[in-house]
C-alpha cells in the first residue's frame, strides 16, 4: 500500500486565504457588472 500524501497545516491556510482573497475579488466584479449593466438599461429608457 503506497504511503499516504502529508498534507501541511500552512500550505492548507495559504490555499484557503488565497480562495478566500479570489472570492472577494470575484463579487467586486460581479457587483461592478451588474452596476454597469444597471446604467445601460437606464440609458436604453430614456428618450
Excluded at 499516504?4 to 466584479?29: C, H
Aim: glycine share 4%; no cysteine; hydrophobic share 40%.
Amino acid at each position: 500500500m503506497p504511503p499516504e500524501p502529508v498534507i501541511y497545516r500552512t500550505e492548507v491556510m495559504a490555499i484557503i486565504g488565497a480562495l478566500s482573497d479570489l472570492v472577494v475579488e470575484v463579487r467586486e466584479i460581479r457587483k461592478a457588472l451588474w452596476e454597469d449593466e444597471g446604467d445601460e438599461e437606464e440609458d436604453a429608457e430614456e428618450p
